[in-house]
């Protein structure tokens, strides 16, 4: 696994798919035992992240990271990043300004993301 490799599936394939709501790709590139940490402390599993982004309402349409930086440990690589996300939820936007930790293992098929967890920055 590479720099590269990491940072693609993250902004081309994840962001992508998001962005697109593109729910094989997004099951793809979770692992079967992913966690997502919010901003706000909540906790969610993969099956609770694919059922919010379906059936919740919630839409991505602008992400931006910057100060991007991956650090390859043996068949783990940690991305941190700053993001700028805009985001409806049942048509209603919501921006927000974050400081984001992806965790991704090897697999054979790519980078499968196996942790997410942001904070809230101030703009």
Request: aromatic content about 6%; glycine content about 6%.
């Amino acid at each position: 696994m590479t720099e590269a490799e990491v940072l693609r599936t993250h902004v081309d394939l994840f962001n992508g798919a998001l962005k697109s709501r593109d729910w094989d790709q997004l099951a793809a590139i979770y692992s079967d035992d992913y966690m997502l940490v919010r901003p706000d402390g909540s906790v969610l599993s993969k099956q609770e992240v694919m059922r919010d982004l379906q059936v919740g309402g919630l839409e991505f349409k602008n992400i931006e990271i910057a100060d991007t930086k991956v650090r390859i440990h043996g068949d783990t690589a940690i991305l941190t990043a700053a993001s700028r996300t805009v985001m409806s939820r049942q048509g209603k936007d919501a921006k927000s300004h974050t400081r984001l930790v992806a965790v991704y293992v090897a697999n054979q098929g790519g980078p499968r993301l196996v942790h997410f967890q942001s904070v809230s920055l101030a703009d």
